[in-house]
């Protein structure tokens, strides 16, 4: 397992911004698909975008489409989720989580990923 770290969540308007963080320290993110993922209070834990390692292709929740951007600085090792036009029910602790998959990361829904970091919590709430 690797070590994973989260950050940049907190207590955000609607219709205002985030940029998640999730950084490794011992290892190269580089190598390894990164997933997004959230849980809201009673609810499952929801797949929300991942980046491949391979080709660098990404997955994006149909809820999420169109104002999250997930992106890799491999010079900072580490992957970020910048969240834009943000609602309500994007509330939830956010995990990311790494793993060395052979596929494109949309193959895999979650349980795949070995490696989850603790979490952040972001609010959207007025």
């Known amino acids: 397992q690797v070590q994973l770290v989260e950050s940049g969540g907190g207590l955000v308007h609607p219709g205002g911004s985030l940029r998640l963080s999730c950084a490794a320290s011992e290892f190269t993110l580089g190598g390894y698909a990164i997933g997004w993922f959230r849980q809201a209070p009673g609810k499952e834990r929801e797949r929300v975008s991942c980046i491949s390692s391979h080709d660098g292709s990404t997955y994006y929740a149909d809820s999420v489409k169109g104002r999250f951007t997930i992106s890799r600085d491999n010079a900072k090792n580490t992957v970020y989720l910048q969240m834009n036009s943000l609602k309500p029910e994007d509330t939830g602790v956010y995990y990311c989580?790494?793993?060395?998959?052979?596929?494109?990361?949309?193959?895999?829904?979650?349980?795949?990923?070995?490696?989850w970091g603790q979490g952040t919590q972001v609010t959207v709430s007025s």
């Open positions: 989580a790494a793993e060395r998959l052979a596929l494109q990361c949309r193959v895999y829904t979650g349980h795949e990923f070995g490696s």
